[in-house]
């Protein structure tokens, strides 16, 4: 299967201040990438597509302004947390799709804690 | 409204008991995927399941995709406390789209 990274794993930051996650596929080309929020205790909740060259697909009830993403090559996938405040607290995964099936592999995630 | 119900959210059990996981939906999907997740790490592939009835082996893992394609189960023999995690099933919602749905999840603790 695919690999992927996240850096950071974890990042603790003050509320009002932005935040850049980065997602990286280390062993194919990902012209697909997708982020997801997970809250404690629950499975994952997409939030948006991001597409390689093209704007991001975002989930409804997702702020496009808030959660910037930006996919500006086939290997690297960015979400950037703007003005963070408390309840964006989560944990963030991203994931690639394989193309050739339905699968996805996902990162490690990483966990945002807004003070 | 869920469009994969799993069952049950929550179980707890002894080693060596056995457990069946299922993955239940109204809506028939070309594939569904299996992952296992540990706290504070990502969901890791289990398996992927395509032709309706297919039976697929993982050690002492079972998982079956039911005939027409709307359920699935996964089934773990001699359960070990190295299986504890959150057991997620997941797919397609359009044939190809790459998106998924997800289950609720199962989490699923092995008490020695």
């Known amino acids: 299967g695919a690999v992927v990274s996240q850096h950071p794993s974890w990042v603790i930051c003050k509320s009002g201040t932005s935040v850049k996650i980065e997602c990286r596929s280390l062993d194919f080309q990902a012209t697909t990438m997708f982020w997801y929020r997970q809250f404690p205790k629950q499975s994952l909740m997409l939030m948006a597509t991001?597409?390689?060259?093209?704007?991001?697909?975002?989930e409804q009830g997702v702020e496009k302004d808030k959660f910037l993403i930006n996919h500006a090559s086939l290997t690297l996938s960015t979400l950037t947390v703007t003005s963070a405040h408390p309840e964006d607290s989560s944990f963030y995964i991203c994931?690639?799709?394989?193309?050739?099936?339905?699968?996805?592999?996902f990162g490690p995630g990483t966990r945002l804690t807004v003070l | 409204t869920q469009l994969l119900e799993q069952s049950p959210q929550f179980l707890s059990i002894q080693e060596g008991e056995n457990l069946t996981v299922y993955c239940n939906s109204s809506?028939?999907?070309?594939?569904l995927q299996w992952y296992r997740q540990e706290p504070g790490e990502g969901p890791v592939l289990l398996v992927t399941v395509v032709t309706g009835g297919e039976v697929k082996k993982l050690k002492r893992l079972t998982f079956q995709f039911g005939d027409a394609r709307k359920d699935s189960s996964l089934h773990i023999t001699a359960a070990q406390p190295g299986d504890t995690g959150l057991y997620l099933c997941a797919g397609p919602l359009i044939q190809g789209a790459q998106k998924l749905v997800f289950g609720q999840g199962t989490r699923l603790t092995i008490n020695p």
């Open positions: 809506s028939v999907f070309s594939s």
């Open positions: 991001s597409n390689e060259g093209s704007k991001a697909t975002y």
């Open positions: 994931s690639t799709a394989s193309g050739i099936t339905d699968t996805q592999y």
